[in-house]
Each structure stands twice: as C-alpha cells, then as structure tokens.
C-alpha cells in the first residue's frame, strides 16, 4: 500500500471510529454528589449532561430544558437534543479522522501507527468527557495506557530497538511527577485524573522522543492557559478542563515536536 492510501485508510477508520467514541464518552456521568454540592458556575458547561442545555444529547437534559421552558414544545426539545448530538458526534467524527490521518502522514506505514492511533482516539474520548462533565475516567486511562503500552512493545520488538520503550517510561515518569506536583500543590487547580493522563501522555511522547516530550508538554501548558484565558473571560469559571489541553500538546508534540526540537538545537 502507498504512503496515502495509509493515510486514506486511517483517516477513513478514524471517521467510522468518531460516532462511537462519542457514545463512549456519552456514557460518563458526573457524580450526583458532584452536581449538589459544586456551584453551577463551576461544574456545569453547555451541552453536559445534567447543564439543562439541550444541545447534549442526553435525555436528562432534555427533561431539565422542558421543566426550564414549560411553553416550548417537549417534541422541539428533543429534536433539538438529536440535532445537536448528531453535530457533535459528526465533529468528533472529522476531528478523529483529521487526527488519525496526521498521524499516519507524520509516522508512514510503521508498527508503532496502531500505538498513536489509539492515543489518537483515547485522547478525543477523555477531551469530550472532562469538558461535559468535568471528569478524566480513570478506566478509560488505564485501558488506553494498556493498550498502547502493549502496541509500543510490540513496535519495539518489530524494529528489534528498545531504547524507546525506555524513554517512554522516562517520559511517563516524567509527565506523573510534573503534574502530580502541581496536584499536590494545589488540588483545587489540578484534578488527579489530568495526572494519570499525563502520564499516558508522556509515555507516548516519550517513545517518540525526548524533544517531542518537551515540546508536547511545553504545547499543553501553552494552550490551556489561552483556553483557561478566554474561558475565564468568557464565562468567569475557575475550574478549567486540562484533558483538551493535554491532548493538544501531546498530538502537537508526536506529530511536530521532533521537527521543532532539532530546529531549536540547530539554532544554538
């Protein structure tokens, strides 16, 4: 197969794969503890469910925007709700399509492009559900984090090198320790699922390489205070979803962070 027929075929899978990593990440709920007790301000975003916005998709807030708006029809309500559940499940759709495809441009057809493609898709999945719900499922990380772990060995055993499965088990280190630091410092400002990604982050950046590491992590902390920033501008939240951040910097840094840190090097 051709460089772009791989590309075509990743992009292609990752499309199909898109509506179903949504119904995934629909399948998370926040803790009814979480809703009574946390004010609205922060712990409710438009289209989660719960928020009362009918543009999730759930059936829950749908029921809320009815009770909300008694004059609107119930049957509105709900095509509205499909309307826009269908539209996020078709963003999630190219989103994924788009990641899969790039990650297929940046890494040709080699054994570790399954490993990435499923970073690709566990990335959009905890991205979605840290900004409906506030939450970074610890078992989607795990299972992510197996998955590609075991696709990264394998990768290494194909190319018969090891030394990447070492750096990204410096990488994993390294990304548990930088956030878990922050975490410890101030809990409020850093939840511990973000630290458990972190470390599934760095692993991945890692294997790729230690520039790429540095510039993924560099990326994520960048883009989350510009996110955080027009958030907090926006809708006065305090508490801000880092998951999206971290997935941004880690595709940023596997499929650029190479590039740009030998540039960097080349400089000096």
Not at 15 to 30: I, N, Q
Not at 69 to 89: D, N, Q, Y
Not at 104 to 123: F, I, N, S
Not at 219 to 244: E, I, K, S, Y
Request: with cysteine.
């Amino acid at each position: 197969m051709t460089a772009w027929g791989v590309v075509a075929v990743c992009g292609i899978g990752g499309g199909v794969a898109g509506p179903f990593l949504d119904v995934l990440a629909r399948r998370v709920r926040r803790p009814v503890v979480a809703e009574s007790l946390a004010p609205a301000a922060a712990v409710s975003f438009p289209g989660d469910p719960g928020s009362g916005d009918p543009g999730s998709g759930d059936p829950a807030a749908a029921r809320s925007a009815a009770d909300a708006h008694p004059g609107l029809p119930a049957l509105a309500v709900a095509r509205a709700s499909r309307r826009a559940a269908v539209a996020e499940g078709g963003t999630v759709a190219v989103v994924t399509a788009a990641a899969f495809a790039l990650d297929a441009v940046r890494l040709g057809a080699v054994p570790q492009l399954a490993a990435y493609c499923v970073l690709a898709g566990a990335l959009m999945v905890l991205s979605v559900t840290d900004v409906r719900t506030g939450l970074v499922p610890r078992r989607i990380v795990y299972a992510a984090g197996l998955a590609v772990g075991v696709a990264l060995l394998c990768a290494s055993a194909a190319d018969g090198s090891w030394h990447p499965m070492l750096d990204a088990l410096a990488g994993a280190a390294a990304g548990l320790v930088l956030l878990g630091g922050i975490w410890l410092v101030s809990p409020k400002a850093m939840g511990f699922g973000d630290v458990r990604l972190a470390g599934l982050c760095g692993g991945a950046l890692g294997w790729v390489g230690l520039s790429a590491l540095y510039v993924g992590f560099l990326a994520a902390f960048v883009a989350g205070a510009l996110v955080g920033l027009v958030l907090l501008v926006a809708r006065g939240r305090h508490r801000l979803p880092f998951a999206p951040a971290l997935a941004l910097g880690t595709m940023f840094g596997v499929l650029w962070g190479t590039w740009l840190g030998n540039l960097w090097l080349h400089r000096w």
